[in-house]
């Protein structure tokens, strides 16, 4: 399980080191995709398998499972942890997340999840300020 946040830096070669507390549930190798609100998304390979199980048996028939499909596997990479706990992020996936060389390395229960610092930051403070509300609106269900 991943939890807690910690800044890192993404290095001139677009490495990150992966929190050591987080490595051990990673392990050696691990697919970085994309994320949700610009964000990275990095999966050990077995919740990996999970999720592309639960991707499968949407619909190809609903335009929008269709599009969450193709987002989430055509932005997938494989990547390696190297002796000192760096992946590679992917140019496209720089790109795509925004991130500059100050990145939050977050850990959301089964994932980590990868965000350009600045833009971290920015989510944190909204979602603060709508956490009772959601926390009530999730109970409601």
Not at 50 to 60: D, Q, Y
Not at 61 to 67: G, L, M, N, P, S
Request: net charge positive; with cysteine; glycine share 4%.
């Amino acid at each position: 399980m991943f939890i807690g946040r910690q800044i890192c830096s993404l290095d001139n070669k677009r490495r990150i080191a992966i929190p050591s507390k987080f490595r051990s549930s990673l392990g050696k190798k691990a697919i970085v995709t994309r994320g949700f609100e610009k964000s990275l998304a990095v999966y050990s390979l077995p919740v990996w398998k999970t999720e592309m199980e639960r991707i499968e048996k949407l619909s190809i028939y609903k335009a929008d499972k269709r599009a969450v499909s193709r987002a989430m596997l055509t932005g997938a990479e494989e990547v390696n942890l190297d002796k000192l706990g760096r992946i590679l992020i992917p140019d496209h996936l720089k790109k795509y997340a925004a991130l500059k060389r100050n990145v939050s390395v977050v850990g959301v229960y089964n994932r980590i999840e990868i965000w350009d610092k600045d833009r971290w930051e920015k989510y944190d403070q909204e979602a603060k300020k709508e956490f009772d509300h959601n926390a009530e609106r999730l109970e409601e269900k």
